[in-house]
């Protein structure tokens, strides 16, 4: 079953530092997702990529994180300088591409990488 | 007032007991539903997609979706102690994929 993939799996970090994360979505899926996922709440979008180009960026903090997908396949989160506030699960997620029934919604999550700012 | 709202519980059963998970929204614009299984420190888990108003059911599964309540439900028949985690609900609107998350109920099926 294919599956995205994500690393590192965890990660820990000083304040100040930079830190990368990077994703590999389903073979074939198009749309690509990073989230953030503070400990007992739900993610929450930071930006979607439709193939290399962003679609989505609103929710992401531009001074500190950056995110690229160059080739349209796998993408890089970056945070400079982390904070100790950015501890938390990045998600990445994908969806299949499009049909003739049209969009889909349903997203397909990788395992995450912990984030911890000491 | 967050457009989804989930009751983070903890909720604890007894194995072999009917769950039922809820979550109010309210944005009628919302119109694609989801349902997630996240184990600690795992990503979240693809268990039930809804478009329409009415059930769905997969195995234990069903999901409930009432849009002129702007409320959704889980149903899991049989709970086992695997069952055990954490639920989020989640949902689109029509033409962005963007998925907005509730909370998420924590679930514990006691043996």
């Known amino acids: 079953e294919a599956e995205v993939a994500q690393s590192p799996r965890y990660k820990i970090t000083e304040k100040s530092q930079a830190v990368a994360f990077w994703c590999d979505p389903i073979?074939?899926?198009?749309?690509l997702y990073w989230y953030r996922q503070i400990l007992g709440q739900g993610p929450e979008l930071l930006v979607q990529?439709?193939?290399?180009?962003?679609?989505?960026d609103s929710q992401l903090p531009k001074d500190r994180f950056s995110a690229e997908r160059l080739k349209g396949v796998d993408s890089t989160l970056k945070i400079q300088p982390a904070e100790l506030g950015d501890s938390a699960m990045y998600l990445c997620a994908s969806s299949p591409p499009r049909t003739s029934g049209g969009i889909r919604y349903e997203q397909y999550f990788g395992p995450g990488t912990r984030l911890t700012v000491t | 007032q967050k457009e989804v709202e989930q009751d983070p519980g903890p909720l604890s059963v007894p194995e072999g007991a009917i769950v039922s998970l809820n979550c109010t929204y309210s944005?009628?614009?919302?119109?694609?539903f989801m349902w997630y299984r996240q184990y600690s420190r795992k990503g979240p888990e693809l268990l039930m997609y809804?478009?329409?108003?009415g059930n769905k059911e997969d195995g234990r599964f069903t999901a409930q979706v009432d849009k002129s309540s702007k409320y959704i439900s889980l149903f899991i028949r049989d709970s086992q102690p695997s069952d055990s985690a954490t639920y989020l609900c989640a949902m689109a609107k029509q033409g962005a994929q963007k998925l907005v998350f509730g909370q998420g109920t924590r679930l514990t099926i006691n043996p």
């Open positions: 809804t478009y329409s108003s």
């Open positions: 073979s074939g899926h198009a749309t």
């Open positions: 944005n009628s614009a919302f119109q694609y």
């Open positions: 990529f439709q193939d290399e180009s962003v679609v989505d």
